[in-house]
């Protein structure tokens, strides 16, 4: 059974580079899957952040691309996001999350979710 | 404003029979892309509730069903329980390959 969770700091100061890592068990990252990372503002909806391949390859969102890196690391099996220059708007529960790699692919299972709060 | 629109909120009484919509456009849901559908319950993680328009994960009671027609899709829940309260989310992909999500529907259990 595939499971993640998220770990990092709770509070990033403005204009900082906001740091996040999903630890995998139950599977290895480099086999056949994507990673994804989604993100979730307080009372609102979801957002993808981008997307990790078994290749090592990347997707981000056109809305983020210029601010964001998923990276991984084969040897934790764990994937890692980092958004820099962030502001308060970048205040969310940050989600990661496992996708099937096959066209058209959704999200299972997910992490828990971790809050970050972007204040000074 | 989310590419995929969803009513924000549904409701409906016990035992009875609500649908969530899921509108797209000829750049996403009507280019061909399927559609996922997520559960997310209070206070917890989005949990994948239909995948592929119309399949169902194991562990999912089949009062849950999804369907796609041209450039929508649609959740459809029936014998509706206190316990389905929660935000329902679509997924779907657009002509760049990029994900996107709907905006959310609230589910209320009368």
């Known amino acids: 059974q595939v499971q993640l969770q998220e770990s990092g700091p709770g509070l990033v100061k403005p204009s900082e580079t906001l740091s996040l890592t999903c630890a995998v068990s139950?599977?290895?990252?480099?086999?056949?899957?994507?990673w994804g990372w989604i993100r979730q503002p307080p009372g609102k909806g979801l957002e993808w952040i981008g997307s990790?391949?078994?290749?090592?390859?990347?997707s981000y969102n056109p809305s983020l691309k210029s601010r964001v890196t998923i990276s991984e690391d084969t040897s934790k099996n764990q994937f890692s996001l980092r958004l820099s220059s962030v502001t308060a708007a970048d205040t969310a529960v940050y989600y990661c999350?496992?996708?099937?790699?096959?066209?058209?692919?959704?999200?299972?299972?997910w992490g828990q979710g971790t809050l970050v709060t972007v204040s000074s | 404003q989310s590419v995929l629109t969803q009513p924000p909120s549904v409701s409906g009484a016990p035992g009875q029979r609500v649908t969530i919509s899921c509108t797209g456009s000829?750049?996403?849901?009507?280019?061909?892309?399927?559609v996922h559908w997520y559960q997310q319950l209070p206070g917890t993680a989005p949990k994948l509730l239909i995948y592929?328009?119309?399949n169902r994960p194991s562990g999912v009671p089949d009062r849950f069903s999804g369907s796609k027609s041209g450039t929508s899709a649609s959740l459809a829940i029936t014998g509706l329980q206190a316990e389905d309260e929660a935000d329902f989310y679509c997924?779907?992909?657009?002509?760049?390959?990029?994900?996107?999500f709907g905006g959310g529907t609230k589910l209320t259990v009368l």
């Open positions: 990790l391949f078994h290749s090592g390859g990347t």
């Open positions: 997924q779907s992909y657009d002509s760049s390959l990029n994900v996107i």
């Open positions: 000829s750049s996403n849901i009507g280019a061909g892309y399927d």
């Open positions: 999350a496992g996708q099937s790699a096959v066209a058209d692919n959704w999200f299972d299972p």
């Open positions: 592929g328009n119309s």
């Open positions: 139950g599977y290895s990252i480099s086999s056949a899957y994507y």
